[in-house]
């Protein structure tokens, strides 16, 4: 709310967290990108409209790695999910 001035968007957007951000590939909502080297230079361009060189890029890397721990397995283990049936499309493998 405090961004759009709209009551009604008051815990409508969330920010993730960086913590093992470095982990945590295939980067993006779509898995397009596979290095945390190749999501910074992606966004620098498009949100910026920049073009990052390797040191720039080694910096932002090392940065986003700091906040780096162990990963209990648990959170990035895939989902146990139910058999599909006549009625129900089979589960996009990607």
Do not use: C, W
Not at 9 to 17: E, G, M, R
Not at 60 to 87: N, R, Y
């Amino acid at each position: 709310m405090s961004v759009t001035g709209i009551a009604t968007d008051k815990h409508q957007f969330k920010v993730p967290s960086l913590r093992n951000v470095a982990k945590t590939a295939p980067y993006f909502h779509d898995a397009s990108i596979e290095t945390l080297d190749e999501a910074v230079r992606k966004m620098a361009y498009l949100q910026l409209g920049k073009e990052l060189t390797d040191e720039a890029v080694g910096d932002v890397v090392a940065f986003l790695a700091a906040p780096t721990g162990e990963i209990d397995p648990e959170l990035v283990a895939m989902p146990a999910l139910p058999e599909s049936g006549p009625t129900t499309p089979a589960p996009d493998p990607h």
